[in-house]
């Protein structure tokens, strides 16, 4: 079967599912910045879940590849969801260039929260765990591209790593982006903190306490959420 045949085969399916009531709130959701086809979540990923198995037989990663960047060509953002779905999916055919490839263009086009944050934590976190030289270097790379979504990943890649966290990396990743003032940046820095806080509160609160002059107050309080609930507990 070719690319078009398994993009017809989807585009299909989701015309066939989709409710032109949801399109409306999930565009007003999303701050009217993407088309949708009004596609629910669940019956999205019943619909994948298929898809998926036809696409199995995709055996190639230059296939893939092309997949992946069809998908995100087309308009409604049910496509660049699968797309990233796909990709978590296949990464382990592709090499770390093609991976790393991958993953810059899916976070850098039609960028925005809901696509990113799973690009960081479930495909690049899951493809850098355990793997400490490309680690450092994909977090430098993308801590220093200036590009604001590609250092919102270098903050979150490790956000499910729990204690595994190297928490002497993110700390430099931190206080590097610290001065950004911009809105994901600063929520991104105290998500990555309240989350290793869930591992380790006593080092996230002296962390916070040491740099209190130099984090944002966005993300000192995001960063101290849990801290803070596990204070209130003990009283």
């Avoid at 087309?74 to 055919?93: G, H, P, S, V």
């Avoid at 090499?95 to 810059?104: A, G, H, I, K, T």
């Amino acid at each position: 079967m070719e690319i078009k045949s398994y993009v017809d085969w989807l585009l299909d399916a989701y015309r066939d599912a989709a409710d032109p009531m949801k399109k409306s709130s999930m565009e007003a959701y999303m701050r009217n910045q993407f088309a949708f086809m009004g596609v629910p979540a669940p019956v999205r990923k019943a619909i994948q879940k298929q898809w998926l198995k036809e696409v199995a037989s995709v055996a190639t990663p230059q296939a893939a590849i092309e997949l992946v960047q069809h998908l995100y060509t087309l308009n409604e953002r049910e496509f660049q969801y699968t797309a990233i779905d796909l990709l978590a999916a296949k990464r382990r055919l592709f090499s770390d260039v093609e991976m790393q490839n991958l993953l810059e263009k899916c976070i850098t086009t039609k960028p925005w929260w809901d696509t990113v944050d799973f690009l960081a934590t479930n495909v690049a976190g899951k493809w850098l765990y355990n793997r400490k030289d490309l680690l450092e270097e994909m977090g430098s790379r993308w801590l220093h591209s200036n590009h604001l979504w590609l250092m919102r990943s270098a903050l979150l890649f490790q956000l499910k790593y729990k204690n595994k966290t190297d928490f002497d990396l993110l700390s430099q990743y931190i206080l590097f982006l610290a001065d950004r003032r911009d809105f994901f940046i600063q929520k991104a820095i105290g998500w990555a903190l309240r989350e290793y806080s869930k591992s380790n509160p006593k080092q996230v609160d002296t962390f916070v306490n040491k740099h209190d002059n130099v984090l944002s107050s966005l993300a000192k309080r995001e960063a101290l959420k849990w801290i803070q609930r596990l204070k209130y507990a003990d009283n």
